[in-house]
């Protein structure tokens, strides 16, 4: 075989296998993400990723070395298809109460697509200290949405106080949890939250 060919025929090769890899690694991660929603990370064994992925235990290890490494691939899978919402669709609207109504149809929205995957997580997070690492990004991207639908309600001291905690409460995945299981639509929730903040701003500054 002529020198020429026989190198094209190894970059082939070599094209292939590194696809072959990608998509081993790429079933893996599927099959994690489909055990941490259902039975959720903490009962999800590296057996049942392999069994799921059609692979082998070391299969998997050699992919994913440990416990990190695989959350850190699941999550950033994960992250990619379930964006969180983006505040700019939001935060140019003037009126604090219609910016409010606005940013909640939008976090309740995308809640209603990821309700089973952060169950399953916030349930196991105190027996798995990744979940709480991973957690802190949402946890920032909640907080600065507080900073923006806390601006123009006129609320001053301990008012204002009393106007971020219950932004907080009406932001917080939990609580519109319980909303959702006591059967309220995304519209009557956001009419309970958004009734529950602006009598938070309009209550004066009383202690």
């Known amino acids: ?96 109460a219609a910016r409010l109504a606005a940013a909640l149809d939008a976090i309740y929205g995308w809640y209603e697509q990821v309700e089973p995957m952060l169950t399953a997580l916030l349930r196991d997070a105190d027996k798995m200290p990744i979940i709480g690492e991973l957690q802190a990004g949402r946890y920032a991207y909640l907080a600065a949405v507080e900073d923006g639908l806390a601006a123009g309600w006129g609320a001053r001291g301990h008012a204002a106080r009393r106007l971020r905690a219950t932004i907080g409460l009406a932001l917080d995945f939990d609580a519109w949890r319980t909303l959702h299981e006591r059967g309220l639509s995304r519209s009557d929730a956001i009419a309970v939250m958004s009734s529950a903040v602006r009598g938070a701003a309009a209550a004066g500054d009383r202690r």
């Open 1 to 96: 075989m002529p020198a020429e060919m026989s190198s094209t025929k190894r970059r082939y090769e070599k094209r292939a296998r590194a696809a072959n890899e990608q998509a081993t690694r790429m079933r893996i991660v599927e099959a994690a993400i489909g055990l941490h929603g259902t039975v959720g990370p903490a009962r999800t064994t590296v057996s049942a990723i392999a069994e799921r992925a059609g692979v082998r235990r070391s299969t998997v290890y050699r992919h994913f070395p440990d416990e990190r490494a695989l959350f850190l691939g699941c999550s950033g899978t994960w992250r990619d298809r379930n964006p969180v919402p983006d505040p700019a669709t939001w935060s140019a609207i003037p009126d604090p």
